[in-house]
Every structure is written in C-alpha cells, then in structure tokens.
C-alpha cells in the first residue's frame, strides 16, 4: 500500500514537472528569455557593466550577461517558472560567486524584477566585501558595485514619496472600509505617543513591499539611504482646540531642489495630509510643489488613487496651507 502511494507521489511529481517544462516552452516560444527580463537584464548591465555587457544565448533557457575583457560574467537559468541568477568573479587562480533562486516568476512585470535587481546586487556587495575583507591586501582594488550619484538618490527618494502619496494602495488604507482601516485608526490614534508615527511606518512598509527599500531606525527623524539624508516627520493640527478627536496628521518631508537625470527641477509631494473625524480618516491631502510655476497645490486623493487639484497658496510659511484646509473641510461638510 505504502509503494503504491510513494508511486502515485512520484508520477505526480513528475507530471507536474513535465507540464511546468512544457508551460517554459510555450511561453519561450512567444518570448525569448532574455527579452522576458529585458527590464533586470538592464539593471544588472547598467550596474556591473556600464551598459557595455552583451547577450550571449546558451539554449532557450540560459543565456549570458559578459563585457568582452572583464573578470565577471552573470549567468541566467530558467525553468519551471523559476529564474536562477549566478555571478561569478575571476581573480586570477580565486573565484567568487553569488547564486540567488527566484521562484514564481512567470509574470514577473517591471516592480518584481526590480525587487530581483535590489536583492541581486545586494547579494553581489555583500560577497565582493567578504572577499575583500580576505584578502585586500592582494587584491586592493576589487570591482565595485556602481553607487549611484547622491542626486539620483535624493530624486529617488522624492519620486518614491510622491508615488507613496498618489497610489492607490496608499488610499485604499486610509478610506476603503475594511478591517485594515480599522487597525489604522487605531494606530494614529495611538501613534502621537510612539517614536514612529503611523504615517511613517506606513511610507517605510511601502518602499519594503514594492521596492524591497529597508530604511532603518530614524535618528531624531533623520534617515539616511545610499548617502541621501533626509528629515520625515509627522505633526498634528487640530481643528478646534477643545476637540482631540478630528485633526490633521500631516507626513512631511524637507526634500527641495531636487532634479532628475535630465537636469530639470522636479515635482517635490512635501506633505501627506490625513483628515481625521471623530478619530476616522475621512479624506487625503497632498500639498505639491511646482518649481516651474513656483507655486504649491493642494491635491486631494480619492480611494482610488485619482486625485484633482482643490486650490493654490503661495508659500508653505506659516500657517496659510492649515488654514486653507480648515476651510476646505468646512465648506465640504466632511
């Protein structure tokens, strides 16, 4: 009885191997592998090898990534919709290497190979410091990880805060009625007493989730991430001085002067605004800088992500942007 179990386990085993190697073929067929990852193909060139890297196809399951002259070559395997990713580094007679496994990876769109692109290349900096670390002395100039420039990192940053204040999950925390809003009202409402308001941690498990971004413990609200320092904080407002339950709880940033890789100034999201009534977020408010109309916009944000522009002040001094807010919400019976 017990072999004939182990048989049925073992065909089964095998016959879903087989149909994943066919679903492989089919999907290969329509996609080349190294145009399925065109997006991490491009990352790991732009990294390792300044864009000079070239595709050299193995089989309709491999390929490799090589820059004619240099000691390191990165090898991608696909199979049963699981992409392995190997590294290898020659010195001489020594060889490193760094092999990560990812699985479930047949759908994988331009966030999950970026998510495959963060954990790689950490993967890669953290054996090239091993090895370093071994043996320097001999080898004192050991190929680097590119770092990027610390204004492509403040632009990051920025590009990740304004995504974080207009993307639809965001909304979908903070006003769909479910159980997840519930644990956030209890939270803010929890949060004025914590080291690290809700706003914060809830920006830090966004860049986690969809990034795989770890910002750490902030230091006197200072975080530091690829050299880039930056002030996050949150404050509230009341509304009225003898009601604690309905406020504004506001995530703000000192992000300025930031621009992107073509020069150009770019749209800085300072504030995440929460509208809170009788202790529940009832609506979003972004409070947007425009450098070329130098001008800030409130934007308000709707469950969906949507967003329209409710107005314009002149500067963030002062307590202009509150006030405008306090009228807002008056004049709209929240």
Known sequence: MIWIIVIIVIVFI??????SLDADKKELNK???????KILVGQINNRLYNNKGKVTVIDNRSFNLYE????????????????SLTWRWKRLVNETICNKNFSNV???GEQKQQQIFQTFVQAIAYEIEKRENLDKMFFPEPPTVK????????????????EYCFAPETAKIFLEENDMRLNITKAINMSIFEKEKTLESTFKIFLKKKYAIELGENSYSHYRYNGFRFFLDVQRFYIEDSDENTFFE?????FEGVKNED???ALIAKEFIVYVKDFFPVA????????????????RVFGNGISSNIGFIEDDEGTEAMDFLKEYVAKNNF
Do not use: H
């Open 14 to 19: 095998i016959g879903k191997f087989i149909g």
């Open 68 to 83: 004619e002259g240099t000691n390191q070559i990165v090898q991608f395997f696909y199979s049963s919709g699981n992409l």
């Open 106 to 108: 047949r759908d994988a």
């Open 31 to 37: 996609e080349p592998l190294e145009q399925k990852f």
């Open 284 to 299: 979003i408010f972004v409070f947007v800088y425009d450098p070329n109309l130098e001008t800030y916009a409130f934007r």
């Open 250 to 254: 506001m995530l703000y940033n000192d």
């Open 263 to 265: 020069g150009d100034e």
């Open 147 to 162: 770092v990027p420039s610390l204004e492509s990192t403040k632009f990051r940053i920025n590009s990740l805060f304004y």
